[in-house]
């Protein structure tokens, strides 16, 4: 974005003047940024991990420093001898955590038509404590190495993280996720496969695993936290809620889509929903919502601020002529504002337009083009953009 406001889109391969300069493993072995940075609300730091998809398994971790230029890059060897597709990460104060599941990346299944990722179970599970002092002043394009603690867990797939934080002893690190097994060897990106609220908390005496359940039996999607309380020992995340599995999906892969309509609010402590927003009928959440701290407030629980909501109707729906633009593709799309400290379960609006504000929702937006399903947002204050 420029500091007129307009967007420009990047082509491939771009190293933002300089600051993702690894011409040695880019495009295709850990070059790249992942899309769900975590920003450490202290020290304004941005960390990420990718992987690579040649040469010996790693996971690489990069931190960005408070003024966006790269200020190390990292590569973390794994104990497997396959590679993982890593996708998110969390940190806490003095860790970044790193997920080494048995969802595989092997290039050489191409080959054979087939997709490079996929399940493999016997690969086993396990997720790592990299300390964050080991992440030293390095350039992008001489990458050194550093060790993790890794801790054996049951094999699953995670795709996101919740949140991670430290006890206050200092003897334990919980980790919380969006946790899922599929029941084959397609991957969660070929087939879906219904994820749930997990619990992990580690050992760093033993260099065990000593809690490893799911918590939740409500089937979860792109959590959001509030930004403040990353690192930290959150009360409340959210997530978004499917109302239909399955279908097939003419984009594909998936090629089994799923319908979105609520975000739930959740207690991390005890896994229980503490509240639900459900959209009006006829209208699907596109992709996670964004946390937004109410202005002057202290972070407390994790519900001092509100969720911004893009959601999108198919083309057709009843009594939504007027909000469908000649610039869209015959949808109309809103964006939602909801309190997420007053959010609470209510009724389903009966139509589309009967009631637009119910459940915590404070304002709605209608939007002059259609919301695409399975984009990602994020926020930023007016204070922040730079100007002129």
């Not at 769900?36 to 040469?55: A, F, M, Q």
């Not at 595989?104 to 996929?118: A, H, Q, S, Y």
């Not at 990458?143 to 430290?166: G, I, R, Y």
């Not at 959150?234 to 984009?251: E, F, H, M, Q």
Request: with cysteine; net charge negative; aromatic share 8%.
């Amino acid at each position: 974005m420029r500091s007129d406001g307009s967007i420009v889109t990047l082509g491939a391969g771009r190293s933002f003047d300089g600051r993702l300069m690894d011409f040695a493993r880019h495009p295709f072995a850990g070059g790249a940024l992942t899309a769900h940075l975590k920003t450490d609300p202290t020290t304004k730091e941005k960390i990420g991990v990718t992987y690579p998809s040649n040469g010996e398994p790693g996971a690489r971790v990069t931190t960005l420093g408070p003024d966006g230029f790269l200020s190390s890059d990292i590569m973390v060897p794994l104990i497997s001898d396959v590679q993982s597709m890593i996708h998110d990460c969390a940190i806490t104060k003095q860790y970044t955590v790193l997920l080494d599941l048995p969802m595989t990346v092997r290039p050489k299944r191409m080959l054979t038509d087939k997709f490079p990722v996929e399940y493999e179970p016997e690969a086993g599970g396990r997720i790592g404590l990299c300390p964050r002092s080991a992440m030293g002043s390095s350039s992008a394009a001489d990458a050194t190495a550093a060790e993790a603690m890794w801790f054996e867990v049951e094999p699953c797939v995670v795709l996101h993280t919740v949140n991670a934080h430290e006890s206050a002893d200092g003897k334990t690190v919980t980790l919380t996720a969006l946790r899922s097994k599929p029941s084959g060897d397609a991957s969660f990106i070929e087939a879906y496969s219904s994820a749930f609220l997990h619990r992990w908390v580690f050992d760093l005496a033993t260099s065990t695993c000593i809690f490893d359940e799911t918590i939740s039996e409500t089937p979860l999607e792109f959590p959001a936290l509030d930004g403040r309380l990353t690192g930290s020992d959150a009360k409340y995340g959210y997530g978004i809620t499917p109302c239909t599995i399955g279908g097939p999906n003419r984009y594909g892969p998936p090629f089994e889509g799923i319908l979105i309509d609520g975000i739930v609010k959740l207690d991390l402590h005890t896994g229980d929903t503490a509240a639900k927003w459900t959209a009006p009928k006829g209208f699907y959440l596109v992709s996670e919502p964004s946390f937004v701290p109410r202005v002057g407030s202290e972070a407390g629980d994790g519900d001092e601020g509100y969720l911004l909501a893009f959601v999108c109707a198919a083309a057709g729906s009843e009594g939504l002529e007027a909000e469908v633009s000649e610039a869209s593709d015959g949808r109309a799309s809103r964006l939602y504002v909801i309190d997420a400290k007053s959010m609470a379960a209510g009724d389903r609006p009966s139509s589309a337009t009967e009631d637009v504000l119910s459940g915590g929702a404070v304002a709605a937006l209608s939007l002059p083009g259609a919301v695409p399903y399975g984009l990602h947002s994020c926020w930023l204050p007016y204070e922040e953009l730079p100007m002129p």
